[in-house]
């Protein structure tokens, strides 16, 4: 296994020509696309609105996507991660995306060569907000998260789960317990979640890892004390999942097959005052990179590990 911090900033030959704004990188497109160079940048503009952009990292060239405004990242500080796995999501082929609008009201299909875009959810009620759609491996199915606001004191949330295909959304899941959408497995068969019975909090939390097959009953693959949650990210080929847990007041890395059984600690830190997060997977899932947070923030690299 070998180790890297790295501590450089990568710097692209984008330049910013519009008066005001700022310019958030939020992914890289899929790489199947036209261009591997091609990044997306959430930008948000004089009018406080969020759109998703599109730029080359070699040209410098730019294009507007969206114009009706996208739902920004939401996040955590100490240590950062990324409260979603994600508010948008290309598809396999890179010819359309799926994305959030600015108040998480609907999901919606937009493709990259017509200003086309197509309302998914067509909800109608303010009380129920969206997270994290994402396609299927194959492209054909789409699978998002809504919550349904309590109306009183006395009653909770309710979170489901829908798929997506052909244009016809369907409930497969519906639950009183707070979800956080991993991805899906590489078959497009079944989806991992994230399940607590409070709140999907930010600081460290009891979990269950939740699988839902598109066709099948839902079972608890595994159980977890103390892990920060937002942290949780699935490997591409869907069979592993990474995350930081604290124990004995520090963070370290951990990992667990999608399958269940026992987890693994994969760092060995020391430091009650360093703090981890934002672990991100190779597209090979050799590698993981992850930020550890003290005064400065490192990001460092795990790779090769068995």
Excluded: H
């Excluded at 160079?37 to 996507?65: F, H, M, P, R």
């Excluded at 996208?70 to 359309?96: C, H, I, K, M």
């Excluded at 930010?202 to 103390?226: E, H, M, R, T, Y």
Aim: with cysteine.
């Amino acid at each position: 296994m070998r180790r890297r911090s790295l501590r450089t900033e990568q710097r692209f030959p984008i330049s910013v020509r519009r008066g005001f704004g700022i310019a958030v990188f939020v992914g890289a497109a899929n790489r199947r696309r036209r261009s591997p160079q091609t990044v997306s940048v959430c930008w948000q503009d004089a009018e406080q609105q969020y759109n998703l952009w599109i730029a080359d990292t070699v040209s410098g060239n730019e294009k507007q996507t969206t114009t009706g405004g996208v739902s920004s990242a939401a996040f955590s500080l100490l240590p950062y991660n990324r409260s979603q796995t994600g508010e948008y999501n290309w598809s396999p082929d890179g010819s359309s995306f799926i994305y959030l609008d600015s108040r998480k009201r609907d999901v919606w299909l937009a493709s990259l060569d017509s200003a086309e875009t197509i309302n998914l959810s067509n909800n109608g009620n303010p009380k129920t907000i969206y997270y994290c759609p994402l396609w299927s491996p194959e492209g054909k199915r789409i699978a998002y998260v809504s919550m349904l606001k309590p109306t009183s004191g006395n009653e909770k949330a309710v979170w489901s789960v829908w798929l997506t295909e052909q244009g016809n959304p369907k409930e497969i899941y519906s639950t009183n317990a707070s979800l956080r959408f991993l991805g899906w497995s590489t078959s497009g068969g079944e989806l991992f979640f994230e399940m607590t019975d409070g709140a999907m909090k930010s600081s460290p939390i009891d979990i269950q890892i939740l699988q839902i097959p598109v066709a099948g009953s839902s079972k608890i693959v595994a159980s977890f004390k103390n892990i920060y949650a937002d942290s949780m990210a699935l490997s591409s080929d869907g069979k592993t999942l990474a995350f930081t847990l604290r124990q004995d007041d520090k963070d370290n890395l951990w990992t667990i097959s999608t399958a269940g059984g026992k987890a693994r600690k994969i760092t060995a830190n020391a430091n009650p005052k360093l703090f981890f997060g934002s672990p991100a997977w190779s597209p090979d899932g050799k590698t993981i990179l992850f930020d550890k947070q003290e005064e400065l923030n490192t990001i460092s690299m795990f790779e090769n590990f068995k």
